[in-house]
């Protein structure tokens, strides 16, 4: 009786809500004109027109590099519906509607996490699919796509219960199903189920969602089940979701790898290559690309965490790549022209990746970043201060910018020191100070006046390296021009480097670890 309740629950908010675009008419006309085999590339995409803001997104991702590799610019459908394929087309019409449709602003629901995600799980469904030679890649991406429809929708529809649902999971007392039943009488997946049949999916599509029905299909329909499944659990360890601790990475892998005769070493190959497709078209999609990034965190097995570690340094490298394509507003004419600036941070960061893989040393990785910060913002000087053994004292050894000698003379601290004491707790606490104008009330009594009087920054920034526990030492940037101070363009650049440091650094040690 309680999942009737809920489910009623759920139609009923439907119906208040209005029918959802995903499954309008155009999407339901695209999937018969696709499935046809008597229709043309001009038939689909005389579909795809009648939908202007679904024509407009399918040309601006038929143009990507991901889609088109030198066919000159595709600027009608009908072209784009040739080189992409009829099923292709259909199925990023129903990602660009799923998008469109549960794309709300509900606090605490994570509502953009549970789209990225399913647009993650095609992915790599379709990904895994290809490299196994699966019979119908394109049902596979399809049935990923699906798996995880009934928490987006009850997360969409029922927000309330639903940010419920997440705090007793986030407790990790109980398991992730038994709240779920509790909580709706039934299982997300019956929720899907429920609503992909009565949209209109083929059977095979809508037992793959649920394990007991998948156990009724044939082989080659199982397996469209066993990727989605398996790679709704893989993105749920990879984010850290499983906060009861109900699934076990290796187990996982090991399921994939004999259901699809892939070794783990081209599972997880599939994987950074989903991601990596993933990362550089969301925001053709409308999605935050910048949610991509696994959290930073350890979960005590070194293959995930070593592989949550690279997705997150790919992601992260390519995340000014992403600030650059948001819309921005018009400059006036006499200022500098911003896409160069850019362009010099994604070089930088280019430059990082490519010194990670040849094995750099770590002391040339913050070189670079040092420069990198300098060379990349407004700050008028950089350091990087080493930790010393008896993490006691902080010396500058790398330095850029303006007065650098001065700089590096006065950043020798001692924790035995008022102003080393400053630097050498924020190393311990692992703690960021931003003070954007020094001449503001407040901070001038704050700051230790030897500070002020030797260093004598207009602005500054300072936050510690850290590889895994260990403290490494501080990266310092200031201003030092009159009525120059530390702006939030600034702060973003001294950020992005010293992540990317930090998860370079990260990576060549799990890397040396597991060598």
Known sequence: ??????????????????????????????????????????ALALAVM????????????????????????????????????????????MTLKLIEAFSVDEPGTGMDNLLISAFLNAAMAREIAMRSGAMDIEESYICGLLYGLGEVVVAYTLP????????????????????????????????????????????????????????????????????????????????YRDTGRELDYGKRIRQLASCTGLTHKELEASISDSFRQVCDISVEYGLPAKALTPPYQGSGNSQLDEL???????????????????????????????????????DYLSKINEMLSTGAKPSAIVEVAVEAIERCSTLDRVTFCLLSDDRSKLSARIVRGMEGAALKKAMQLDSGEPKGQLFVRLVEKGSTLLVSDCTEQGWSERLPPDFMRTVAPTGFVAAPLRVGSRSLGLFYADTVQIGKHVDDAAFRVFSQFLVQTRLALEVQRHSARTA
């Open 1 to 42: 009786m309680k999942y009737q309740t809920t489910l009623n629950a759920v139609y009923a908010q439907l119906d208040r809500l209005g029918d959802l675009p995903i499954f309008s008419a155009t999407v339901n006309r695209i999937r018969q004109v696709s499935s046809s085999r008597e229709s043309d590339a001009m």
């Open 50 to 93: 009648k939908d202007a803001n679904l024509s407009a997104k399918l040309l601006k991702i038929a143009n990507t590099p991901h889609y088109n590799r030198g066919h000159g610019e595709i600027n009608v459908v009908s072209r784009a519906v040739v080189l992409i394929g009829f099923e292709r087309i259909q199925n990023l019409s």
């Open 160 to 239: 309330e219960r639903y940010r419920k649902m997440l705090k007793l999971r986030a407790l990790g007392q109980e398991q992730w199903e038994r709240i779920q039943l509790s909580e709706l009488g039934g299982h997300f997946s019956d929720i899907g189920q429920d609503l992909a049949q009565s949209w209109g999916f083929p059977k095979s599509v809508v037992q793959a969602m649920d394990p007991m029905s998948a156990e009724q299909l044939k082989p080659s329909h199982r397996l469209n089940h066993l990727l989605a499944a398996g790679c709704h659990d893989l993105l749920e360890l990879i984010y």
């Open 308 to 346: 949550s570690r690279k997705l997150a340094f790919y992601i992260s490298s390519r995340s000014e790549q992403f600030h650059a394509a948001e819309p921005r507003p018009l400059a006036p004419v006499a200022q500098p022209a911003q896409p160069s600036q850019d362009q010099l941070q994604l």
